[in-house]
């Protein structure tokens, strides 16, 4: 008899689900769009109850596609987006909308706490940097524009947490997310007073919930979500996995050989270690699924959620195959050499000025819109590119770095990464990563591999490979010199805007 995993992954558009055997191999796929609100400049919501129905929804498809018996499936888990927060009240009904974690409205008070030095006290137990979209910054926001929802709040957690208790029904915050959070002591792996009373929400302690390992068996599928999911009651679920955890593990990141580029929504780029690195100029240090690893992650919403906007606003009425074929069509079709146009991918956020704004830079009457999509296309790159550079100041260059996100399937995409950063690049199997990643951590769970070291090494694989081309470094490294020279002219402009 065949067994099943079930992985579940809400990142910041889609929710998936997907079954997977036993040694990864992908069974079926199954996707529900997941609809953003936007009730004030800067807020970046969701229907919490919506994004519960989008993936259960997405599960039930899933069974129905595949035929597999739900029976068959031994354990679920979940991966999803990390950072931005959904309040649940004691009843265990969302308290308000979630907000995802690209919400700026708490940007007064991060820049607030910067100016006071509070970032520099928490970091050597915080181990990351400030921003907006972190849970610590929305809950103070609340608590002086929304006071009556922090009343009636009795739970606060990350997106995945939140779907696994609407499967079983308990609380748990899982320890590779909420370290990403700056509520707890990264280098300790649990909560600190201290840590909240930096940030003057002390009183908010009440609210985060006891923490939970990713492969911790943390409940069943109840009879209510069973109902509506196709599911069976009484499936086990484990604890789950910070997304960009699932889709390091998926890449197969299990020791300091290589590093992973996740070109999604948010641009991330990450190595792991066993020791965590403490530094102002890392963006963040977080606890990873392998027990006693760390994750040094490097992101920003600087990456393929500035090309999603390009084609939802001028190719959509397009009509020939696919938009993204279209894209990447229109992008071979310009030669590097012929595209000296600067995008700086700053739509949703900057990875330089906190101020920056998206521009194109060098538009003339002979350009076209395949290059400008080419200057898109470099531009993400480019930003990726000024992340890893960070990172290779803290390590030597990996062997290799193994790409995933929508970037990934895009040959000419990953033809531009490798020469851009010189370095090979590994495309791993399969086509959702995060819910590999999120099966890989219920198989651990369930006992079918004794680590996730074992059940990487059974569930992983590389695809493809893609070496850089010598000839491309100096172009390259001019055009990233004129995309940073961009940046920085427009310092002043941002400043003012």
């Not at 009373?197 to 599928?221: H, Y």
């Amino acid at each position: 008899m065949s067994r099943y995993l079930l992985g579940i992954d809400n990142g910041g558009t889609v929710s998936k689900a997907a079954l997977f055997t036993l040694n990864g191999d992908e069974v079926a796929v199954a996707g529900r769009k997941l609809p953003s609100l936007e009730p004030k400049p800067g807020h970046a919501e969701r229907d919490a109850d919506a994004l519960w129905r989008s993936t259960a929804e997405a599960i039930r498809e899933v069974l129905a596609k595949s035929g597999v018996n739900p029976r068959d499936i031994l354990c679920v888990a979940c991966a999803g987006h990390g950072n931005g927060l959904y309040l649940i009240d004691k009843d265990g009904r969302p308290a308000r909308n979630g907000i995802y974690s690209t919400d700026s409205r708490a940007l007064d008070i991060v820049t607030r706490w910067r100016a006071a030095g509070v970032g520099e006290q928490a970091l050597p137990k915080t181990a990351q940097c400030l921003w907006p979209g972190q849970p610590n910054a929305l809950l103070a926001w609340l608590r002086d524009h929304e006071p009556e929802t922090l009343a009636q709040s009795r739970w606060a957690l990350m997106c995945k947490d939140y779907i696994r208790f609407r499967l079983t029904g308990e609380v748990g915050a899982e320890l590779t997310d909420m370290s990403g959070t700056s509520l707890m002591n990264v280098v300790t792996a649990g909560y600190d007073d201290s840590v909240l009373e930096l940030f003057g929400i002390a009183d908010m302690k009440r609210l985060l919930p006891p923490l939970v390992g990713s492969a911790d068996l943390c409940g069943k599928v109840t009879a209510q979500a069973a109902a509506e999911t196709g599911l069976v009651a009484g499936t086990p679920v484990a604890g789950g996995l910070f997304d960009i955890d699932a889709c390091g593990l998926a890449a197969g990141m299990v020791d300091e050989r290589l590093m992973s580029v996740v070109a999604g929504t948010w641009g991330c780029n990450l190595y792991v270690a066993r020791e965590p690195l403490i530094d102002k100029d890392l963006f963040m240090t977080t606890c990873y699924a392998v027990p006693g690893w760390h994750l040094m992650l490097e992101g920003s919403p600087t990456s393929a959620g500035n090309l999603e906007w390009f084609i939802a606003e001028f190719l959509g009425p397009e009509q020939r195959g696919s938009a993204y074929e279209l894209c990447n069509e229109l992008v071979a079709s310009v030669d590097a050499r012929d595209s000296r146009l600067v995008f700086l991918p700053f739509l949703y956020g900057s990875n330089a000025h906190p101020a920056a704004k998206s521009c194109l830079i060098g538009l003339e009457g002979r350009h076209t819109r395949a290059h400008i999509l080419r200057a898109v296309y470099e531009g993400i790159v480019f930003a990726h590119h000024w992340h890893v550079r960070r990172l290779l100041q803290f390590r030597p260059p990996p062997e290799a770095i193994r790409f995933t996100g929508g970037a990934a399937r895009s040959d000419v995409w990953v033809r531009m990464f490798a020469d851009c950063f010189q370095i090979p690049v590994e495309i791993p199997a399969g086509t959702e990563l995060g819910a590999l990643g999120a099966a890989i951590a219920a198989a651990v769970a369930s006992g079918c591999y004794a680590g996730y070291p074992q059940a990487v090494a059974a569930m992983t694989r590389v695809a493809r490979r893609q070496e850089p081309d010598p000839a491309m470094k100096d172009l390259y490294a001019a055009k990233y010199a004129r995309y940073l020279e961009v940046i920085q002219s427009l310092e002043n402009v941002w400043t003012k805007w």
